[in-house]
């Protein structure tokens, strides 16, 4: 302080300045000069200043959307920190370290930066988009379900259609993922309404209704997918299944049988298509079929579901019930032949009642019935359906 | 009715300097007026090259920073090493041989050019703080630019000041002037930075003092967003008290933060003094000894502790660490800067306080989130009452707490949880560490000057412990010099007291009323006799002083009520002041 105490005095011995400067305005003229003079100097040093700091803040980012792109989330994550040194308010790097973050599987921190950006901008697709897979990724479903829906109205920044279809795409997952069926159909139906006739685009939401188990609007969806390109394999496949499972086997056979046409590898369609077949042979209750052909048909019946009966012999409470269907088939067996069926028409019902109980018996029992039986039950199902 | 209008003319206190005395009062009055309105244009002015200044300082820092660490956020080990060391060094040096003035935080010598130098700041040292601290935060030095800031304006203000020839008074107050627009630019919160220099600097709330400071504030920030943008220090997060009970949980963190601001004041207080003991050869080095044992805190995996760490707050306010990493750093920052303060590398305390109090509070929000998972509070809340606690227990600025953390969040609903919380800190720092850190520097420094705090708790003694009640008679205007007599020579009084009309009081001695007698006066009514004899007059809540300046003049000053100036309270006479002063004294 002895410093400052020398330098006190030498103030003091300052001669005072002539008193013509003593002039209010002339004092507070030459002040705005010097403010002025002051002012343009730094503005330069501003420019500078502010064209370094974009420079390093625009460097920065584009190494860390390289990153980001190839999922190096750490980096990428140092990078964007590194670019909001330069400029802490751009929205865009604020995003994209949130979307490093998610990466890096840091959804906390995500969220809060994801906050901030959404009171900014809460009209943001993206940022409704982030925000609701974290809440989803955290079991929020409401929260979720908000943002996805809010997504789903948001402005996006390049091709807002397709990122609302995508948005929407993903929260019908999520309620798939939840087991909420018949919200995620309805999300389906608009989605469909909405994606015109886009041949890929059409098959993914047939795959999303029959997932909703929504098979009369998959079918539609599969088709109109072929109407686009009948030789896609993924919607033959998707419409053979969908056919299949609302019980039109010819419609399911066709679809399935070009599916296998078009790609050999698919064995689920083969199985389904084997299926069918076997159903399409053994329905006695087809329409088109004589009384002769119908009669050898419940013969036929008749006799898998013994074989289905003899091959699931178990114990206990399973043995009691299967005891019963075994002495009601045994009991009927003598009258089921060709000749019987055709002399007592009711006959044929009853048999193929005593058919379908096995089956749906022995399924309950000895688990999932595969070939004859699993046709069995399928006509089981389509015929009680009727 | 003032009590300034119960004065005499003749009683006015002159004022001080030589120069006022050779001038008439109509001259006087007319420079006073002059000047005084010049001062609030000067103090635009002087916000105005403040800001202009504060924005050239963060260009410097930024710069430093970008050539010295680098620009990423993964450095080098040997940047981290060499730059704040080598950059320590060349401080040392230029503090030692060519800035001498420029050490510290800058707000003590600030104080001092208001109560000991009159307002002189050298500009050398106001250039030498701004070339000093930017090296010295920009390599890594664990300090914060607003004290340097605030020097910097108070030194800017200084300079201005001297070359309009102002006179000492208005000198004396420049420098807070000053001080206040380089704080608020450096800050970007005028309220928080007039606060603290009402507070901390200057001690007392005029209107004059605090339209100039309010203007250099306000104009200071216009320049400083003019050039570097409007948004906040930190960008808050969502920030909400959902239940009362969390105020619970936000006394925890005054607690731990006033333990964190003793901590922290104690290391200042026992090491500082011990370095200056030093060789002064070793003060050469000091700096660059810092600079490498910060260097070696990086490189082991806390590079937040360096410079002034406001990224790292913003990142902690978004939940980037777990709390007890959190915890870990505002360790680490404490003892970073300690090592920056002690060994006279120029730079702040403001940016580590409040680093240091985010970090806290996001800890102490971690753990209590670990531990109550129901009190569902965002990190960011916590470090941002945190940032408060620390700033209310360390600094010991109370008001100023409140206040910026309320101008930093844009939040009021805040308010709660920081109020709380402060206030634990604030008591606790209070009671174990009893001298605020500011005072303790100034008096290793050896230096005497006043203590905001101190000046805030002292008891003031008042007219009400002086007065006594009225003995003698006290006589309405219209009573005769005769009645007075009798009724004075009755009581044994001296004299007496008189209650004039429409207001105000007079008194008269026995030996008066006698040569009014004697003059044949005696059926004169009293009124007709003392109308112009005022004699002033105290309210019971008026500081003693106040009561000091008539008593040698008048044997009893009458004591009236605020409510009705006819009611007499007491009377206290010169003997009854000295005599309760001494009690005072004697404790």
Redesign the interface.
């Known amino acids: 302080m002895a410093g400052a105490q020398d330098e006190k005095t030498a103030a003091t011995k300052a001669p005072a300045l002539p008193t013509y400067w003593g002039s209010e305005p002339v004092l507070a003229a030459l002040l705005s000069l010097l403010a002025v003079v002051f002012f343009l100097a730094v503005t330069g040093l501003s420019r500078l200043y502010h064209a370094q700091q974009e420079s390093l803040g625009q460097r920065w980012f584009s190494r860390g959307v390289d990153d980001l792109n190839a999922q190096r989330y750490d980096r990428a994550l140092a990078e964007f920190r590194a670019a909001l040194r330069y400029s802490r308010d751009d929205y865009s790097y604020q995003l994209n370290l949130a979307q490093a973050l998610i990466g890096i599987k840091r959804p906390a921190e995500a969220h809060a930066y994801l906050i901030n950006l959404w009171e900014r901008q809460p009209e943001n697709g993206l940022v409704n988009l982030a925000l609701a897979r974290i809440a989803a990724q955290q079991g929020e479903t409401e929260q979720a379900l908000r943002y996805y829906h809010n997504a789903i109205y948001s402005t996006w920044p390049n091709d807002q259609e397709t990122s609302r279809r995508e948005a929407r795409v993903e929260l019908i997952e999520f309620l798939l993922r939840l087991n909420a069926k018949t919200q995620a159909q309805a999300e389906l139906i608009a989605l469909a309404a909405n994606t015109g006739e886009d041949a890929a685009q059409q098959a993914r939401i047939g795959d999303l209704f029959m997932r909703a188990l929504d098979f009369e609007h998959a079918l539609a969806a599969y088709r109109v997918s072929l109407r686009a390109n009948q030789r896609n394999a993924a919607a033959l496949a998707g419409a053979g299944a969908a056919a299949f499972e609302i019980g039109d086997y010819p419609m399911a056979y066709h679809y399935l049988q070009e599916a296998v046409s078009a790609n050999p590898k698919d064995s689920g369609s083969a199985d389904r298509l084997q299926t069918t077949e076997l159903v399409l042979q053994m329905d006695p209750f087809q329409r088109q079929i004589s009384a002769a052909q119908r009669n050898r048909l419940v013969v036929r019946a008749f006799a898998t579901a013994g074989e289905r009966l003899k091959s699931c012999g178990v114990g206990g409470a399973a043995a009691s019930s299967q005891g019963n269907l075994s002495d009601g088939w045994t009991k009927m067996k003598p009258r089921i032949s060709e000749r019987e069926l055709q002399r007592d028409p009711d006959l044929a019902e009853a048999a193929m009642d005593v058919v379908f109980n096995i089956e749906r018996q022995s399924t309950a029992i000895c688990g999932a019935a595969t070939g004859p039986d699993l046709a069995l039950l399928l006509i089981a199902k389509q015929h009680e359906g009727n | 009715m003032s009590l300034h209008s119960t004065i005499p003319n003749h009683e006015q206190p002159a004022e001080g300097t030589a120069s006022w005395h050779e001038r008439s009062p109509k001259a006087l009055l007319q420079l006073m007026f002059?000047e005084d309105?010049?001062f609030l244009?000067?103090s635009v002015?002087i916000g105005?090259?403040s800001g202009?200044a504060v924005?050239?300082f963060r260009?410097a820092i930024?710069?430093s920073r970008?050539y010295l660490l680098g620009?990423?956020?993964?450095l080098t080990p040997t940047r981290l090493i060499l730059a704040p060391t080598l950059a320590g060094l060349v401080i040392a040096a230029l503090v030692m041989k060519v800035f001498?003035?420029a050490r510290g935080s800058g707000v003590n010598q600030t104080k001092?050019a208001l109560y000991i130098?009159?307002g002189?700041i050298?500009l050398?040292t106001g250039i030498g703080k701004f070339i000093t601290a930017a090296l010295a935060i920009g390599s890594g030095h664990s300090l914060g630019p607003e004290d340097p800031s605030l020097q910097i304006g108070a030194s800017l203000a200084s300079a201005?000041g001297?070359?309009?020839?102002l006179s000492r008074d208005r000198m004396r107050l420049i420098a807070p002037v000053g001080a206040a627009a380089g704080l608020a630019a450096a800050f970007n919160a005028p309220i928080s930075a007039v606060l603290f220099v009402i507070e901390e600097v200057i001690g007392r709330w005029t209107a004059g003092i605090l339209g100039s400071v309010v203007l250099s504030a306000v104009s200071s920030v216009v320049?400083m967003r003019w050039?570097l943008?409007s948004?906040p220090l930190f960008?808050i997060?969502?920030v909400e008290m959902a239940r009362p009970s969390e105020l619970l949980a936000y006394s925890v963190l005054g607690v731990v933060g006033g333990l964190a601001s003793v901590l922290f004041s104690a290391g200042i207080t026992a090491l500082r003094p011990r370095c200056k003991a030093l060789p002064r050869w070793t003060q050469y080095f000091q700096p660059a000894l810092a600079g490498l044992l910060i260097g070696l805190i990086a490189v082991l995996g806390a590079p937040q502790v360096m410079g002034a760490g406001y990224?790292y707050i913003?990142?902690a306010?978004?939940?980037?660490f777990t709390w007890q990493f959190l915890a870990i750093l505002a360790g680490l920052k404490i003892v970073a800067t300690l090592l920056s303060f002690v060994s006279g590398t120029p730079g702040g305390m403001f940016a580590p306080t409040l680093f240091i109090g985010a970090m806290l509070g996001a800890a102490v929000g971690g753990a209590q989130h670990a531990l109550l998972p129901h009190l569902n509070q965002?990190?960011?809340t916590y470090a941002l009452v945190g940032m408060g606690v620390l700033f209310a227990g360390f600094l010991r600025a109370p008001m100023t707490s409140v206040f910026m953390v309320l101008e930093v969040s844009g939040n009021y609903s805040i308010i709660l949880p920081v109020l709380v919380a402060n206030t634990f800190a604030y008591l606790i720092s209070r009671s174990l560490q009893p001298i605020p850190i500011f005072d303790v520097l100034t008096r290793q420094?050896?230096?005497e000057l006043p203590s905001m705090e101190e000046q805030r708790e002292e008891d003031i003694l008042r007219v009400e412990d002086a007065m006594r009640p009225v003995a003698g008679p006290v006589l309405g205007p219209e009573d005769t010099v005769d009645h007075a007599l009798r009724e004075a020579e009755t009581a044994g009084a001296e004299g007496v007291l008189v209650r004039l009309k429409p207001s105000g009081w007079s008194s008269v001695t026995k030996q008066e009323l006698r040569e009014m007698a004697d003059a044949e006066e005696g059926g004169i009514a009293l009124s007709s006799l003392l109308g112009d004899r005022r004699i002033p007059y105290v309210h019971p809540d008026h500081p003693l002083e106040t009561a000091l300046r008539y008593v040698d003049r008048w044997p009893l000053v009458p004591v009236v009520s605020r409510a009705n100036f006819g009611k007499l309270e007491g009377v206290v006479s010169q003997r009854d002041v000295l005599e309760r002063y001494r009690e005072f004294g004697e404790g």
């Open positions: 002059r309105r010049f244009v000067l002015f105005v090259f202009l924005v050239c260009f930024d710069w970008i620009s990423g956020v993964t001498p003035l001092a130098y009159n002189y050298p050398r201005l001297r070359r309009m020839n320049v050039f943008g948004e960008r997060p969502a990224e913003d990142e306010m978004h939940g980037r965002s990190p960011g420094d050896g230096l």
